[in-house]
Structure formats: C-alpha cells, structure tokens
C-alpha cells in the first residue's frame, strides 16, 4: 500500500498534535498482552447505569477512528453512546468534547479519565467501547492473496462495534458516523443492515456531532497509549541507546508513527533488522517501511522463486510414473497382487 498523500502533507503543527504524549491516559481500552503481541481486540464499557436503569432509553450513538494514517501502530475505530436528549447539553456545552485535532493531548487525556471514573456525570451516561486493528493484521490482511483492504477492515470494524452494542440491548435510535469514502455510498450499506435506525454518513462528522467529537477522543486516547505500550520492549532494549532515547520534551523519539515525521522515519531507520524489518508495531505493507527493506539501500536482498518455471508441471506430476500409471509399487509388490498370509 502507498501511504496516502494526506498523510504525506502534514505539517509540524499536525504532527505534534499526532505525537502520544508522555503522560497519556492508560484506559481499560489498553490491553498491553494483546498489543505487545501484535493482536487485534475490542474493548466494550459497562453499559452506564442511567441506561441500564431504564434499557429502553433511547440513544445516540457515534462513531470514529485514529490511526488510519500511519506506518507505526494500531489503527483503532471507536463509538460512543449515550441518552440523545444528552448528546448537546453533556457533550459539547458541559465539557467541550470536539474532534480530538484540536484537543491538546493533556484535554483528550482528561475527558478520557472522566468516562472511566466512576461518580461522574459523563461515566454515569456514557457507554463506549474500541476495535483495535494491529499493523501486524492490518498488514498481514492487506498482503493476503485475496486482499482485505483498509477501507473494508476499517468498515467491518464499526460493524462489528455497533452489533455488540446493539445486542447487549441498548436502545440505539440514531448513528452517526465519520465517513470512510463516499458518504453516501457508505450510509446506503449501513441503512441495508439497520434500516429502523436513523442513520447519518458525513465527512468532518467529528467536528459536526458531539457524540462523533466523543468518539473521536476515545479513539486518540486508546491509540497514543498503545503506541506508548507498542514501544516499551525499545525502551528497555539496551542495544541501540542512542535510537531509544527521549528527546527535550520526554517524547518517544519515534514520533507520532506518520511517514512524513522526520522522527519516524529515522526511529525506522535506525531499528531495522535487514531481513525480519521491525516488530508488530509497524504496518509493514506501508511504502514507507518497504522501500527501506527493499529499496537500493538495502543491506539484504532477497529473490523470491518464481511462481511458474513454464515446465507446465504440477505437484501431482510427480507421482506418476512415465507410462502414466501412479507408483503404487515403490515399496514392496503392486498392491493388487495376491500374496500368501503365513
């Protein structure tokens, strides 16, 4: 896969903003066993109890993603819901929830901690819950010979994630959701699968609905503790110390994880293994990581057999004997021989 030139375009500003600080929030979200591992999970909240006193409140529910972008760490897809008649008086008027772009990573941090503290007004409204993609399966998924793309592992992602919620009974009777393409493309295909719930696909959705905004934090917050997590093993590796040290600010020297970080690109660079490349941290389908594996630089070069060596032959070819007949004779008689039982 070519890394996007979005993803490319990011200025400083933008990348400061991706970069997971220090002091992140490790949420319930985070399950280091299955991150340092390479794996995929999900993660669902207990359903808060003004819904749970009353399951037939109905509700709003929002979606959204971080992490879709870079070549080191997991992408990982959010929703959050809560009571609709909530979604702007809690939301956006009480706590300001807005798309986690513009949130300083101390304020994503500090709206996270509220929804998983008990005796809050937010833990007592708000459900929510992650799908964590690894770079290990996403990659693995998009090099596969019948290819699981982004957009579609991204897309049976949010499914999933409404499906669970939906059957634990909670009351959904609106969705929105930031787009992944054509918006109206991707709503039609929502609408096939949920047609009696209101349902609403539209790009900057994070900036547009507070519960998207909601989503959106969840979502930050639970990747930049990840790749906090995902980079744990370099920190307390003692074989490349000038690649493992913290820059003035006490940040990961690999950055924010996006191509177009100068820290990223030179964490890549300076860890590489010239054949295994790097650990289930980094998306090794991206171009970023391939052209250093593969590129002219490359210490190692590896030569793949090729697929067919026009012989025309096939792997049963080779047990049959010249006249056609299979080789049931290599040990001992033909087996349709009679043979004395002593």
Known sequence: MADTREDMQMDMQEIEQET??????????????????GKSYSHFSPI??????DMSKECVLGVDEAGRGPVLGPMVYALLYLPIE???SLLADTHHFNDSKVLTPQVRSSLMRKLCT????????CGWATRLL???DISANMLAPNQYNLNAQAMDATIAL????????????EIYIDTIGRPETYQKKLERIWPTIQITVAKKADSLYPVVSAASVCAKVTRDAALDVCYEPYQTS????????TDAKGEIVWGSGYPSDARTSTWLKANMDPVFGWGSECRFSWSTAKELLEGKNADVNVEWPAEDDGNGLRMTDFFKGEDGDELVDWFGMRVT???EVF
Do not use: C, W, Y
Request: charged share 30%; proline share 7%.
């Open 134 to 136: 690894s770079a290990r």
């Open 86 to 88: 909530l979604q702007q």
């Open 20 to 37: 997971s600080p220090s002091d992140v929030f490790m949420a319930p979200s985070i399950h280091k066993p299955d991150i340092l591992t």
């Open 118 to 125: 008990r005796d809050t007004d937010l833990h007592a409204s």
């Open 337 to 339: 021989e009679e043979m």
């Open 238 to 245: 003692t074989e490349n110390e000038d690649a493992v040290a």
């Open 162 to 173: 409404i499906k669970e919620v939906l059957a634990k009974g909670v009351n959904v009777k």
């Open 48 to 53: 808060p109890s003004q819904i749970a006193d």
